[in-house]
């Protein structure tokens, strides 16, 4: 065939019986390359977000089916009756439960507040450039290396009546020994101590990173105005570190709502249920008379508490970033 001449028809036969190249397959596999590539993180995270699916949301679901039904041992016999909200309006109607909401708030209110007044010292103090200020960095993290189960058996020994080392020291310097876990006047001062030589700490690491984090210009422009300490302070670092307190005290309050191992361990409740925290009435409830639909509701009551005050701090935390 010469150059510039159209092929044989023979040619043109042959070409137009051959196959033409498959385009919808192409598409279909790029079709699926596309969705390979956009759902190839959740592969990857759906064995987690399954086992997340089983420990955490099917107990969460199961429990709040329970709160509306009558759940004890010969319940569980006879099968499971609904009783709406029968377990909600027994709660609010119930003294003991009520007592334990005061008594929840009364410990949230006086640790967290505590906590959050020595953490900020604690925090301002170490701002500065100490001798010696990373070895007291370090040595205010002792108390969050230990887990609550040990801090409440030490503290229970330390604060024991007859023979612990705190009423010792008090009869040194000349004083009585005080019934710390006896007496249902001390029991919730001494677990609130308990509770803030634990996680003052804490609170103090979160403002001293807010502290380091704040911007040195508007200081030292106070600085040239004449602004005292306590003027910088109170004009200056509380505004700016807003944020970060909000974030602090919201941790630290439902932490604190929901604390349990450390007030069982120390009083178990008592001494006449002076410590008694909506955690401890829900275990009282739930796993020693068996009224698991009471508790779960409780745990509920409890769950939205929760959700409000959190709701109010981020709000807050929200307005204050932006």
Known sequence: MRDGQPPPDWIKRMNAALPSPASPPLRRASSWRRFYRRWEPAFYISPAFIVLIVILLYPLGYSFWLSFHEWTLRG?????????????????????FLNSLRITFTFVILAVGIEFVLGMGLALLLNHD??????????????????????????RLLLNYEFGLVNYYLGVVGLRPVEWLS????????????????????VAL????????????????????????????????????????????????????????????????????????????????????????????????????????????????????S
């Open 76 to 96: 569980f016999r006879q099968g499971v009756p609904w009783i709406g909200l029968g377990n909600y309006i027994e709660l609010f109607t119930n003294p003991d």
């Open 130 to 155: 100490l001798r010696g200020s990373h070895w007291l960095r370090a040595a205010i993290l002792l108390p969050m290396m230990c887990t609550n189960v040990v801090i409440g058996l030490t503290w």
């Open 183 to 202: 007496s249902p006047a001390m029991a919730m001062p001494a677990v609130i101590l308990v509770d803030v030589w634990n996680t003052t700490s804490f």
């Open 206 to 321: 979160m403002l001293l990173a807010g502290l380091q984090s704040l911007p040195d210009e508007p200081f030292e422009a106070a600085r040239i105005d004449g602004a005292s300490a306590w003027q910088s302070f109170l004009y200056l670092t509380l505004p700016l570190l807003r944020p970060v307190i909000l974030v602090a005290l919201l941790w630290r309050l439902i932490d604190t709502f929901r604390i349990f191992d450390v007030i069982y361990l120390l009083t178990a409740g008592g001494p006449a249920r002076a410590t008694e925290a909506v955690s401890i009435y829900i275990y009282r409830y739930g796993f020693q008379s068996f009224n698991l639909g009471y508790a779960s509701a409780a745990s509920y009551i409890m769950i939205l508490i929760m959700l409000g005050v959190a709701l109010v701090l981020t709000r807050m935390i929200g307005r204050s970033e």
